[in-house]
């Protein structure tokens, strides 16, 4: 049974930095796209990142390039983390994990197979 889990989450400043972590049991990530996205209340589910399988491709969200970073760690191979630099308070949110089993990183967030309860982020002084 598929399953992911995110952790990490937590309260930072303003320019701080987080790395979040989102591990998988029951499939292997590198077969699957697997993104990242935030939420707050009452706004719609953002897409964040996507890595897609083979790690051929990895999509970011112009509010983030430059500044988040996903990827997998080879010698955790079911550990995918979300790197997150110069964090700005628009950065805040419940952040969730979510894999693909086409492997394109899709466009939309319905086509998503499988997603774990989120992390909570708070970016304040």
């Known amino acids: 049974q598929f399953h992911v889990m995110e952790s990490g989450g937590g309260r930072v400043q303003p320019g701080g930095s987080l790395r979040l972590s989102c591990e998988a049991s029951?499939?292997?990530?590198?077969?699957?796209?697997k993104g990242w996205f935030r939420q707050v209340p009452g706004k719609r589910r953002e897409g964040v990142a996507c890595l897609s399988s083979g790690s051929s491709k990895v999509v970011y969200a112009p509010s983030v390039a430059g500044r988040f970073s996903i990827f997998l760690d080879y010698t955790k191979k079911n550990t995918l983390y979300l790197q997150m630099n110069n964090l700005l308070s628009d950065d805040a949110g419940d952040y969730f994990c979510?894999?693909?089993?086409?492997?394109?990183?899709?466009?939309?967030?319905?086509?998503?197979?499988?997603w774990g309860r989120g992390t909570q982020v708070t970016v304040s002084s």
């Open positions: 979510a894999i693909d089993a086409s492997g394109n990183c899709p466009d939309t967030d319905a086509e998503y197979d499988y």
């Open positions: 029951g499939f292997t990530f590198e077969n699957y796209a």
